[in-house]
């Protein structure tokens, strides 16, 4: 049997393929190249790019590792694995055609839903937790972190870049020996924070 995992960004629209734990890479693997060009829902099913077949992400995958015996663990969200297995299923007749017999599974982990946004964000605020240095800090922190819900992680994100930027001021303005560091550890989680809220809400640029 042969693991692949797939995960789909839906922000990005893209799609990292791993097989047996190494990831998809080569600009010029044909799964690579027409998920990165076409997308992942133009490649759920066969189509022709001018001289160019594509038959389809299952078989294609089938053919890749020339293994019928497949678990295929797609992780992303919910509604993106229900389009992927009703393709599969379209595809079964297809796969028979090329010689396959239908011995491939299918499991799901979730990935890019709110609640999923939301506990990372949780995660994200009890490592700024580490570094309070005060019960007032403290205590912001834990207002932030007990506030945090699904339907409004988008303001609770800003919330949380508002909560950095004052902790950067503060070391800027600091003496420490570890001033440089510490600023470079929440500079990089404000970026992080800032990837999230750009998921969020679909597009490339968030504010």
């Known amino acids: 049997m042969t693991n692949i995992h797939l995960v789909y960004d839906p ?12 990831e998809i890479t080569a600009p010029e693997n ?11 829902y133009k490649c759920l099913l066969p189509f022709r790019r001018r001289y160019a077949i594509w038959e389809g992400l299952l078989l294609e995958l089938l053919e890749e590792v020339n293994d019928e015996d497949l678990h295929i663990i797609f992780e992303g969200r919910r509604t993106d694995h229900q389009r992927l297995a009703e393709a599969f299923r379209q595809m079964e ?18 990935n890019f839903e709110s609640a999923d946004f939301a506990r990372r964000l949780a995660e994200t605020a009890k490592d700024l937790r580490e570094m309070c240095e005060c019960r007032a800090e403290l205590s912001r ?17 800003r919330q949380f870049r508002s909560l950095l ?3 950067i001021v503060k070391w800027e303005q600091g003496n420490s020996a570890f001033k440089q560091e510490k600023i470079a550890y929440l500079s990089m989680m404000e970026e992080g924070i800032a ?11 968030w504010v």
């Open 141 to 157: 922190i834990d207002n932030f972190i007990a506030g945090i819900r699904e339907e409004s992680v988008v303001e609770n994100c």
């Open 93 to 110: 007749p297809a796969v028979e055609n090329a010689g396959y017999e239908n011995r491939w599974q299918l499991t799901y982990k979730q």
């Open 165 to 167: 930027s004052e902790h």
């Open 30 to 40: 044909k799964i690579y190249s027409f998920l990165d060009l076409d997308g992942f």
């Open 195 to 205: 990837e999230v809220g750009r998921q969020l809400e679909g597009q490339r640029s």
């Open 11 to 22: 922000y990005a629209d893209k799609v990292q393929v791993y097989i047996e734990s190494r």
